[in-house]
């Protein structure tokens, strides 16, 4: 039988917001044991998507809001983030070739590649008027919550 | 993040303290580049007090490093932690940058 643990932030569209996000994903991390060694790249894939949402997706000056769903299950951690921006798949960025030599090198979807790196699995929907960004880290099938 | 940077000879000694992200890649930038005005064309930015490094944190290496390149200089990271040694490795920056394990080693490579 699964138990979900779940919790929510919505932050405005503030890059200094991000900090927010980390720090409650921090919170709850430190009272679940399995997500404890995930704390830091959890937070590198927060820091990509959210700093990404905030920089490119609002082609106005007004306040935003961004929705960050976390649920905790007993095999995997799912995080959902939501903003009303204009769409944006970053799914569909060309990865970086990252055998470039220095000088030819550029850090344009560098960030993507990280977390699609760091996730098992990321997925992107237009619904209405929102960006809706899936992701799944499948945990160690021996770990438990707490 | 806290930036705390020493000359040893000609070489510049950063130590790094705390996330190189978002919220820390745009004041390092400023930082690094105004050490590299003052003078000198070797650098060590030691990160054994850095958890972790985010695509923010990639770009302010690669520019320090396309301008050390560009100027004839030379430029190295030491002490990387597995979260940040990962980070580098997935996007290849662990190919266009000098890592060492500790300063010592660092600085001897640089020397």
Redesign the interface.
């Known amino acids: 039988m699964d138990s979900m643990v779940t919790f929510d932030i919505v932050i405005s569209n503030d890059?200094?917001e991000?900090?927010k996000v980390k720090e409650s994903f921090n919170q709850f991390a430190a009272s679940h044991d399995v997500l404890r060694t995930l704390g830091?790249?959890i937070?590198?894939v927060f820091?990509?998507i959210l700093?990404n949402i905030i920089s490119y997706a609002y082609r106005d000056e007004k306040r935003h809001e961004i929705e960050i769903g976390v649920a905790l299950l007993v095999d995997r951690l799912l995080l959902k983030i939501t903003d009303d921006g204009i769409p944006f798949n970053p799914l569909d960025r060309k990865p970086?070739d990252?055998?470039?030599?220095?000088?030819k090198?550029?850090?344009g979807g560098?960030?993507i590649?990280?977390l699609r790196?760091f996730m098992d699995e990321v997925s992107y929907q237009r619904r209405g008027e929102n960006n809706i960004l899936d992701l799944v880290k499948i945990l160690e099938p021996t770990t438990e919550i707490s | 993040m806290e930036i705390n940077a020493a000359k040893d000879n000609d070489i510049w000694i950063v130590g790094l303290e705390g996330?190189f992200?978002?919220?820390s890649a745009n004041p390092a930038e400023a930082r690094l580049t105004e050490l590299l005005d003052e003078g000198g064309l070797k650098m060590v930015l030691d990160f054994s007090q850095v958890?972790?490094?985010?695509?923010?944190g990639?770009?302010v290496l690669?520019k320090v490093?396309?301008r050390l390149?560009?100027d004839g200089g030379m430029f190295g990271l030491c002490g990387v932690n597995n979260?940040v040694g990962e980070?580098l490795e997935?996007?290849?920056f662990d190919?266009?940058l000098s890592l060492y394990e500790d300063q010592g080693r660092a600085l001897e490579a640089l020397a």
Do not use: C, F, W
């Open positions: 890059l200094a991000i900090q830091p790249k937070a590198i820091d990509e700093s970086p990252t055998g470039l030599p220095i000088d090198r550029t850090i560098l960030g590649h990280i790196s | 996330n992200d978002i919220a958890p972790y490094i985010a695509s923010s990639l770009r690669l490093a396309q390149k560009n979260t980070v997935m996007t290849g190919k266009i």
